[in-house]
């Protein structure tokens, strides 16, 4: 059993940055490939980010170049540093643990979800 708790959201100005950070609980942590998405009111969750217990690292094309996924195994914290935020990266982020990593971007979804953490990115 993993449980995720994800911080870091809030306001930012277009052009602005924020960094989340999503800690696990449990011993397991290690055994487990990360993947943060984000959901827009009306829209369908996506993909934003994964990493694999490897350190292999995908990004969905609209946050590549802006976006950074790490994990810090020691403190069990996946962290997701976004840098020139857009309105359209508006949304709740979430984290996820277990998700398999498939072919190209495509990854299933884990069993393990944090609560979500609001980014809103306006003037």
């Known amino acids: 059993q993993v449980q995720l708790v994800e911080s870091g959201g809030g306001l930012v100005q277009p052009g602005g940055s924020l960094r989340l950070s999503c800690t696990a609980s449990g011993s397991s942590f290690r055994l487990y490939n990360m993947v943060w998405y984000r959901q827009a009111p009306g829209k369908e969750r996506e993909l934003v980010a994964g990493i694999t217990t490897g350190g292999t690292i995908n990004y969905a094309d609209s946050v590549k170049g802006r976006f950074t996924i790490s994990v810090d195994n020691a403190k069990g914290t996946t962290y997701l540093q976004m840098n020139s935020l857009k309105p359209e990266d508006t949304a709740v982020y979430y984290c996820?643990?277990?998700?398999?990593?498939?072919?190209?971007?495509?990854?299933?979804?884990?069993?393990?979800w944090g609560q979500g953490t609001q980014v809103t990115v306006s003037s």
């Open positions: 996820n643990a277990g998700g398999v990593k498939l072919r190209g971007s495509n990854w299933s979804k884990g069993d393990y």
